[in-house]
């Protein structure tokens, strides 16, 4: 029960990990070529994997096992970690990410965003 509970565990890890570095990543090599700036820093970067790392980490470490694992067939020695269904998973959420972050970074630019402290608002006036 718990070597089942413990690869189900790793498993829910690794797909949201790879979710959050494959979203960082074409975020960042994305916005570097179109805005020649990267819209996440490198220290950025790390915070957000050291805080992604350490909430899934624990999050994952105290599920507890049920008995319903013990009615499951165990996997086989030569399965791949990541399934196709956890590949089209993974796939599916960045892109929905993608999708989310792209349009505030690009859609938020090209409407302006809000004003900046100190100059003037959309209407002229002093924020």
């Given amino acids: 029960m718990w070597g089942r509970n413990v ?3 790793i498993s829910k890890f690794l797909q949201f990990q790879l979710t959050v570095n494959v979203v960082a990543v074409v975020v960042a ?6 805005t ?22 624990l999050a994952l470490a105290t599920e507890p096992p049920t008995e319903a694992l013990l009615l499951r067939k165990p996997y086989g020695r030569n399965k791949p970690l ?11 959420h960045a892109a929905y ?3 989310i972050i792209f349009t505030l ?3 938020g630019a090209w409407t302006g965003g809000p004003p900046r402290p100190g100059t003037p608002g959309r209407r002229g006036e002093r924020s």
């Fill in 97 to 99: 990410q993608l999708v």
């Fill in 36 to 57: 020649q700036d990267s819209p996440l820093k490198a220290v950025q970067m790390l915070w957000v994997n050291l805080i992604m790392d350490t909430f899934a980490s």
């Fill in 29 to 34: 090599f994305t916005g570097a070529c179109i």
């Fill in 7 to 9: 690869y189900d565990s």
């Fill in 82 to 92: 990541i399934s196709r269904t956890m590949l089209k998973n993974i796939l599916g």
């Fill in 105 to 107: 970074l690009f859609v």
